[in-house]
Structure formats: C-alpha cells, structure tokens
C-alpha cells in the first residue's frame, strides 16, 4: 500500500506524482505514510490517492469518490500542507 500525490522526492509540486509506502501503525489500527514538505510549501494544494496491492493486481487506485466537480472523473483527495 502506499499514497500517491503531487509533490517530488523534495515534497515540491510535480505534475508526475511520488509514491510513498504505508505502514502499519502499532498505535492504532491504521496506515501512515511520512512525506516531508518544506516551509515554502505551506498553503500549497497538492493531490493525493492511495494505491493498494492485491495478488494478481498491483496497483489499484483506492480512492472511490470523484472531485465535486461535474466535468471531471478524477478520483483524488486534496489538502494544503500547514505549519506544526
């Protein structure tokens, strides 16, 4: 499993999209991945998806829903990076 988005190895945006792996967390039940973005970066919309594997088919695009936005099919989630 890993998620997919819009950024470089340097977490810049990139219209060809970086993969990251997932793990599971021991903490709770859920996968995270660790992706890096820096300070010039903070406010910036970047689109993400998650890609799963499953025997016989690698790759599957996991996000189901469509933008709200009647012209388009892509299946992706947005968010905008923020200070910590």
Do not use: K, Y
């Amino acid at each position: 499993m890993s998620v997919s988005g819009s950024w470089d190895e340097q977490g810049r945006p990139s219209n060809d999209w970086t993969s990251v792996p997932m793990r599971h967390s021991h903490d709770e039940d859920v996968f995270v991945a660790r992706v890096f973005f820096p300070d010039g970066e903070i406010g910036t919309n970047f689109r993400w998806g998650i890609e799963l594997d499953r025997p016989g088919m690698p790759d599957i695009w996991a996000v189901a829903a469509e933008l709200d936005d009647e012209s388009s099919s892509r299946r992706e989630c947005s968010f905008e990076p923020g200070r910590t």
